[in-house]
């Protein structure tokens, strides 16, 4: 039996038979892994406490041949973010983070950038969420999130040219083709359905991606424009996945 491990983050946890589980996580070395645990809901003593959103573990398990499961086999708790538990706004936040994660990141394929990126956001929105912080700082959270995620999977969004003709977006006035995954010039819009982004969003949105967490307290967004860069994100996202995300739902 060949035990592998590595931190993690749980991305979703779903009741299987009695006590059984089955747990997506986001892992450092490995990318995002399924794992099996079982007995998982009467094991206490392995796992009580222990398999949590918001919370860095590491994990133990190992794969048996035929499986595409991996069987979970030990969890450790290395970091907990408790505010972000306590706040239901920021509960709500992560939920987001993790259903596209869940949707879009490829199993089996390690990607450190993607780990660090929830761990940074975690780290950021826990603090935040500790001090008392407004909603708009969680959803920069979600910004400051949702942009970094695209950027690291490849799909960022290209507002610097014409994605039909290459000419150049300057002053980022062009619109937007989400089908195309970026900018289309006047010419190319009559050829392609189209969207409209501001100029405020776009460099927002690309504020985000060259910056660490700290841009989140120091860039002040109207919320306006913070719902603007939000829903364009979404639709991305959305198709991306293929479907809408249940956790985006307007309550
Ligand atoms: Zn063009």
Request: hydrophobic share 40%; aromatic share 10%.
């Amino acid at each position: 039996m060949n035990v592998l491990s590595s931190k993690s983050f749980i991305v979703s946890i779903k009741k299987m038979n009695e006590a059984d589980l089955l747990i997506v996580y986001v892992t450092e070395d490995y990318g995002k892994i399924a794992c099996f645990a079982n007995n998982a809901r009467k094991s206490r003593k392995r796992f009580l406490g222990k398999l949590e959103p918001a919370m860095l573990t590491n994990i133990k398990f190992y794969e048996k041949a035929g499986m595409s499961l991996a069987i979970l086999y030990e969890v450790d708790s290395i970091e907990e973010y408790k505010n972000i538990r306590k706040n239901i706004d920021a509960y709500i936040s992560i939920s987001k983070m993790l259903e596209i994660t869940k949707a879009l990141v490829p199993e089996k394929d390690k990607n450190v950038m993607i780990f660090n990126l929830l761990r940074n956001t975690y780290l950021s929105l826990d603090n935040a969420v500790g001090n008392n912080c407004g909603e708009d700082i969680i959803l920069k959270h979600e910004l400051y999130f949702i942009s970094n995620f695209l950027k690291y999977l490849g799909i960022f969004p290209n507002f610097t040219t014409c994605t039909l003709c290459s000419q150049k977006n300057i002053d980022n006035y062009f619109a937007f083709s989400i089908a195309k995954g970026g900018a289309v010039c006047n010419n190319c819009a009559k050829t392609v359905k189209t969207i409209n982004l501001s100029v405020n969003a776009i460099k927002i949105i690309n504020l985000m991606v060259n910056s660490n967490t700290s841009i989140i307290s120091k860039l002040s967004v109207k919320e306006l424009v913070l719902n603007d860069c939000l829903n364009f994100l979404e639709n991305i996202l959305s198709f991306y996945a293929g479907n809408s995300f249940k956790s985006f739902q307007k309550i």
